[in-house]
């Protein structure tokens, strides 16, 4: 893709009949994502932690998209409780549907030092184990969908992070942005190493991952703890792009023919901060095959979800 040729919503293919669920979809980026799928024809699960603010989203997007709410559902998942996690993908095994794609989107920024009603730290909970357990149990869905996507979300902070398999839960030492980054390379990861399972299996699903650059939302400023906070949802707010423009990685990924498994779409601009959704490389971290074998064994056991697919070779 090059300037020239700039990847706008407007590429975006007709996705009539296409059902995508979107987590954290009540705002920033999973709102903007799924504002820009229904206004291309398609249907979309907004999993939501707050059901009002779900149906708040709902309303926005219909005055944008006058009809659409025919199209539009909110569910509640708590991405940090794998009860919640396994509550909502039976609700969607009992409506005997197909996905076609899921984002996984929703996120937490460099809160103090909490754990999960499952006794994780929380952003490794939230961000990864909640989405590796959603996506394993949604994959048989998955699988019966049309052209079935998994985004995964990322950052360009994956690049500088390591996953301390020895203190996950920073019990021993705890750093708001250090855990942030080890969850956003567990993304990484996650979205490589199921694109290589997928692929020695022999299904149609396809891993793609995508990183929105530095782009302003509420993730900044609803639990960070106040240094976070004021850095990056005040002083560095300016320099920051739109939730719309932060969305069109992933859009890309989740709707671009073109998207390859695999790999991770970014916005194109100085730094990857900002810019049109483009192809580029993941970290070596995340390419490094005794960190994914690693993190796939700690997720099972953590999340208790197998996803019955072969190692990668």
């Not at 952003?123 to 590796?132: I, K, T, V």
């Not at 850095?231 to 073109?258: C, I, N, V, W």
């Not at 790999?263 to 959704?277: F, H, N, S």
């Amino acid at each position: 893709m090059t300037q020239k040729q700039r990847w706008t919503t407007e590429r975006i293919p007709d996705q009539t009949g296409r059902l995508s669920v979107v987590t954290g979809a009540n705002s920033g980026l999973g709102l903007a994502t799924a504002r820009a799928l229904v206004g291309r024809g398609g249907q979309v699960i907004l999993a939501v932690r707050d059901e009002d603010k779900g149906h708040r989203a709902v309303r926005d997007i219909t005055a944008t998209h006058p009809g659409a709410g025919e199209r539009l559902e909110v569910r509640r998942i708590d991405l940090t409780d794998l009860e919640s996690v396994r509550a909502f993908a039976d609700r969607l095994h009992a409506d005997r549907r197909s996905i076609d794609v899921l984002v996984n989107n929703a996120g937490v920024m460099a809160p103090p030092r909490t754990l999960s009603p499952q006794g994780h730290e929380l952003q490794f909970a939230g961000n990864h184990l909640g989405h590796f357990a959603l996506t394993g149990l949604l994959l048989d869905l998955l699988t019966r969908g049309r052209d079935p996507r998994v985004v995964t979300v990322t950052s360009v902070n994956h690049r500088k992070a390591t996953i301390r398999f020895d203190d996950l839960t920073g019990a021993r030492h705890y750093s708001p942005m250090g855990h942030y980054d080890q969850s956003k390379l567990a993304n990484a990861v996650f979205g490589r190493e199921l694109h290589q399972r997928l692929t020695a299996a022999g299904s149609p699903v396809r891993s793609v991952l995508a990183h929105p650059g530095y782009t302003a939302t509420n993730l900044q400023t609803d639990g960070p703890t106040k240094l976070v906070s004021l850095l990056f949802g005040r002083l560095l707010k300016p320099l920051a792009q739109s939730p719309a423009d932060g969305a069109l990685p992933q859009l890309y990924a989740a709707t671009a023919p073109e998207a390859e498994g695999g790999r991770l779409i970014g916005p194109d601009g100085r730094g990857e901060l900002r810019g049109a959704p483009t192809r580029v490389e993941l970290g070596a971290p995340a390419r490094d095959p005794e960190t994914a074998r690693r993190l796939w064994e700690v997720s099972e056991s953590a999340t208790k979800v197998r996803f019955g697919l072969p190692a990668a070779v």
